[in-house]
């Protein structure tokens, strides 16, 4: 598989139904969306979607793998790709095991928003509904960059109330995104299910996001790969979002990982990774596991020098 090659790409131009939805939208964003030139081009749902570079490379066991999560006390799948190489893993059955994406979801979601030409650009302001949530950063107004950042759940059910149920279900299906399942709660699928998906397929599609491959504009995809939160590593740089999903029926909850590497000074990916996690049922134990294992892992996996503190 050929190396990661990120450019912004042209700028396309204002679809007849993203105008028609933005000139529906409040005065100020119109202003704003006028003024930065940023409306986006909408996909049709019926184009042919651009063809991936080639076959999935085979897998191979990432050494070691087994003993870090047995150490870091949580079960669960890693997959990493690399261009050039096979896929290193670890989990067995488990890297194609669906489950809730939770907050990585916010990855599809920004994108489709996006294209659908419900908000114009990652700048641009939801105002908080007044609501006082759990997390403190949630309750005020954010933009997407912002509410990507902190990940807030408040802004991307918005986003996913105004994209309504027929265009998700018509993007999910052209992204790809694992079982494409909504069921009729617009605002909770990726959170409580139906939607569920393999580590193998979040891996999938942060690949394409970095080659250009997804069925979106160029600069739609520019711009999520623009605001997905970073972490500095020992040698390199970790662009990733992390999902994490509690539930009130008794099952038990889980938690994401999933991005990629970049060094410091170049922007040029040197792999993608998805890791999910489970077994603890004290959900806090499962974060505090998520970014020391990951960091091992992908400097097992050949992506970082060193890990991090």
């Known amino acids: 598989m050929a190396a990661y090659a990120i450019s912004p790409g042209p700028r396309p131009p204002l679809g007849p139904r993203a105008r028609a939805r933005l ?5 100020q964003a119109r202003a704003r969306a006028r003024i930065r030139d940023c409306a986006c081009a909408r996909a049709s749902p019926e184009a042919t979607p651009p063809p991936p570079s080639d076959a999935p490379p085979a897998r191979v ?26 896929d290193l893993e670890f989990g067995g059955a488990a890297v194609d095991e669906r489950h809730e994406p939770c907050s990585t ?17 990652p700048d641009e302001v939801l105002r908080w509904d007044g609501v006082k949530r759990w997390r403190a950063a949630w309750n005020r107004d954010l933009d997407l960059r912002a509410a990507m950042e902190v990940s807030a759940v408040w802004y991307f059910q918005e986003l996913a109330r105004r ?4 265009a998700m279900r018509a993007w999910l299906d052209r ?3 694992g079982d494409r399942q909504i069921g009729d709660k617009i605002d909770m699928f990726w959170l409580e299910g139906p939607l569920t998906i393999a580590p193998a397929e979040e891996l999938d599609l942060v690949d394409r996001l970095l080659r ?10 520019a711009m ?19 999902g994490t999903c509690t539930f009130d029926d008794g099952r038990p909850p889980h938690a994401w990982l999933v991005g990629w590497v970049a060094g410091p000074d170049d922007p040029t ?4 990774f998805a890791l999910f996690l489970r077994g603890p049922s004290d959900v806090d134990a499962l974060i505090a596991a998520r970014w020391p294992l990951a960091l091992e892992l992908l400097q097992d996996a050949g992506l970082l020098a060193e890990a991090a503190d």
């Open 61 to 86: 066991p990432l050494a070691g793998a087994a003993a870090r999560f047995a150490a870091a006390g949580v079960d669960g799948a890693f997959i990493v790709r690399r261009p050039g190489a096979p």
């Open 105 to 121: 979801f916010k990855i599809p979601n920004a994108l489709i928003a996006l294209e659908e030409g419900v908000i114009a650009g």
């Open 269 to 272: 990916p040197r792999g993608a």
């Open 224 to 242: 999520v790969r623009g605001i997905i939160p970073t972490r500095a590593a020992g040698d390199g740089v970790i662009h990733a979002k992390t």
């Open 23 to 27: 000139r529906r939208r409040a005065p």
């Open 163 to 166: 994209i309504g149920p027929t």
């Open 175 to 177: 992204l790809g995104y």
């Open 212 to 221: 250009g491959e997804l069925p979106v504009s160029q600069r739609s995809a």
